[in-house]
């Protein structure tokens, strides 16, 4: 499984993003996350979704950020709301095979990232 970030750019305060997070074969049987990293901070989970659709966010994007799942089109989307600086960083998508029970085993996915930069 490959994954490819799109969407990314520059944007002013309190304007708005989609990017999107297109994979080479089906993701039904994956979770699948949206991560970000600052420079000089660490890689920090921003918002996932299971298998079954069920969905969790970092504190900080809660009610400005959406994370949905296409199966049909192999794509995983974040939307982004309401920007502010602090969310600039490079937003990776990641893979991660589930079972029925969300139990996720296997390795990790990674994309190569697509840039945000939210600035006056």
């Known amino acids: 499984l490959q994954l490819v970030e799109s969407g990314g750019g520059d944007v002013q305060p309190g304007g708005s993003l989609t990017l999107s997070c297109v994979a080479s074969?089906?993701?039904?049987?994956?979770?699948m996350g949206w991560y970000r990293q600052a420079p000089g901070n660490q890689r920090e989970l921003v918002a996932n979704?299971?298998?079954?659709?069920?969905?969790n966010y970092l504190e900080t994007v809660k009610g400005r950020f959406t994370i949905s799942r296409d199966n049909d089109k192999k794509t995983a989307y974040l939307q982004l709301t309401n920007l502010t600086p602090e969310d600039t960083a490079v937003y990776y998508c990641?893979?991660?095979?589930?079972?029925?029970?969300?139990?996720?085993?296997?390795?990790?996915?990674w994309g190569q990232g697509t840039q945000v930069t939210v600035s006056s």
């Open positions: 074969r089906g993701i039904s049987m994956y979770v």
């Open positions: 979704i299971t298998r079954g659709g069920d969905t």
């Open positions: 990641k893979a991660k095979q589930a079972n029925f029970n969300g139990l996720q085993f296997g390795p990790d996915i």
